[in-house]
T-cell receptor, first 113, second 114 residues
Framework: DAKTTQPTSMDCAEGRAANLPCNHS???????VYWYRQIHSQGPQYIIH???NNETNEMASLIITEDRKSSTLILPHATLRDTAVYYC??????????????FGQGTILTVHP | GAGVSQSPSNKVTEKGKDVELRCDPI?????LYWYRQSLGQGLEFLIY????????KSGLPSDRFSAERTGGSVSTLTIQRTQQEDSAVYLC????????????FGQGTRLTVV
């Protein structure tokens, strides 16, 4: 089961940090956590991924709990252009589903002025 | 090319006709994915190719759907005897190394069956 659970929608004020949670309680040791976002009528855009350690890049930070059962995507200073659907995905780096990316329904993040 | 290219960008077809959708992945990418996205919905997995391995076809909704990948590069998704419920955006993605690097998505083909 490659399922992740995310809130359906969230709001954030422009300039504030947006913290998007994701539950992946059944994750296995060799599964990566990926985040993508999709802005209306565009293809999904990669944001960040991680396995065990927290990760940071120019777009966001990814905080993974020690037991790896949940993670949080942090957009440190949200802008109106960050309004999008955010997908948290598991990628299995082994076994019969090696490399398969399964998307859920995602979180609709709305950044308001 | 600079990214994943899909063609056509838009396709309108009559119910019952066959359609072919094309995906040109990033050069050197061994993994290739097809997804479908209906209006207002999330991405539905269709099929996944990895190198010379047998593709994972577990997401194909019916035997009217098929896909092939020639020479480990270009992929074609074929829908036979199209139905109105096939109307959706069909997205293709490719990646260099499964899970360890990100997948890059094309802009999709918007299929409308009338």
């Amino acid at each position: 089961d490659a399922k992740t659970t995310q809130p359906t929608s969230m709001d954030c004020a422009e300039g504030r940090a947006a913290n998007l949670p994701c539950n992946h309680s059944t994750i296995s040791g060799n599964e990566y956590v990926y985040w993508y976002r999709q802005i209306h009528s565009q293809g999904p855009q990669y944001i960040i991924h991680g396995l065990k350690n927290n990760e940071t890049n120019e777009m966001a930070s990814l905080i993974i709990t020690e037991d790896r059962k949940s993670s949080t995507l942090i957009l440190p200073h949200a802008t109106l252009r960050d309004t999008a659907v955010y997908y948290c995905i598991r990628c299995n780096a082994g076994g019969t589903s090696y490399g398969k990316l399964t998307f859920g329904q995602g979180t609709i993040l709305t950044v308001h002025p | 090319g600079a990214g994943v290219s899909q063609s056509p960008s838009n396709k309108v077809t009559e119910k019952g006709k066959d359609v072919e959708l094309r995906c040109d992945p990033i050069s050197g990418h061994t993994a290739l994915y097809w997804y479908r996205q209906s209006l207002g919905q999330g991405l539905e997995f269709l099929i996944y190719f990895q190198g010379n391995s047998a593709p994972d076809k577990s997401g194909l909704p019916s035997d009217r759907f098929s896909a092939e990948r020639t020479g480990g590069s270009v992929s074609t998704l074929t829908i036979q005897r199209t139905q109105q419920e096939d109307s959706a955006v069909y997205l293709c993605a490719s990646s260099l190394a499964r899970c360890r690097t990100e997948a890059f998505f094309g802009q999709g083909t918007r299929l409308t069956v009338v």
